[in-house]
């Protein structure tokens, strides 16, 4: 069971940077973008790919992965921006082509990596440590400085513009900012961080499949809102923009674990996509009557007065 809890917790903090990404768009623009499932397996496929194929580098097939992801996004956002397709439409459109994109890159199915060094296999070698273990260090020092980049950009003139748009598209256009550049970047920034993540969760897993993108955007709302409700329970709730995309990634553990205890419990895998669903509406659910009890105790208490 220790093994099984470390695995998700290895697999929480890798897919947390999808979810990282997911949360760009969700919160800061409200946009359910689902290129993500498409771009996802993209970032894995090319990885695995160019590991298995030509013996590149993984760290160079992470950054592949992450290149594929900007383009995924870019070809989510031209439609968005240029083409006026809704972006919940647009992104539907992009992730139905990259399944055949996914297919064309790797030739098959699926891609192994089972006879390939990948970074985690290569850390454990030299520090004699398990690949879980591995696993965890690495990708908790790649969340920390992605978090810490994000963190920067957001900060900059663009990055704030960025923001705004989610906030009050009229008032930033009103101000002189073209925010179809601000959605552009975003959706790109976005799959890029997906893309990564993909390509992480290849090398973690040993292959690389048309299909394992399905569903990433289901995991990536359930870690944000997870997130979000453990965040209101803390001291301080979630006032800073950092401790927001910590909240998302602590979300993605969160939601890995309790994958973990119940498939412990003895639950049916091809029942996962149900408890899925069932996590997500309940993560989606319990701030909604949280409010309305919230609300119903202080006209109450008004109602008294």
Partial sequence: MFLAFQGAIAQGILWGVMVLGVYITFRLLD?????????????????????????????????????????????????????????????????????????????????????????????????????????????????????????????????????????????????????RITKLLALMVSNGLVGLSGALVCQSQKYADVGMGTGAIIVGLAAIVIGEVLGRVMPGHLRSFSSRLIAAVVGSIMYFLIRAIVLQMGLDPNDMKLLSAIIVALALAVPVVMERAAARRSFSKGGEA
Avoid at 97 to 119: C, D, E, F, Q, Y
Wanted: aromatic fraction near 6%; charge should be negative; glycine fraction near 14%.
């Fill in 31 to 179: 946009i359910a973008d689902l290129t993500v499932d498409g771009s996802f397996a993209l970032g894995g496929c090319t990885c695995a790919v160019l590991i298995v194929e030509t013996g590149i580098d993984p760290w160079l097939g992470l950054l592949a992965g992450l290149l594929v992801g900007v383009l995924a996004g870019a070809v989510t956002g031209l439609l968005h921006t240029v083409f006026d397709i809704p972006a919940i439409l647009a992104g539907i459109l992009t992730q139905i082509g990259l399944w055949s994109i996914n297919l064309r890159i790797m030739g098959k199915a699926n891609v192994p990596l089972l006879r390939n060094h990948t970074i985690f296999s290569d850390f454990a070698g030299v520090t004699g440590l398990g690949v879980n273990v591995a696993t965890i260090i690495i990708g908790l020092l790649l969340t920390v400085a992605l978090i810490g980049a994000l963190y920067w950009f957001f900060g900059t003139e663009i990055g704030s513009a960025l923001r705004a748009t989610g906030n009050n598209e009229d008032m930033v256009r009103a101000l002189g900012v073209d925010t």
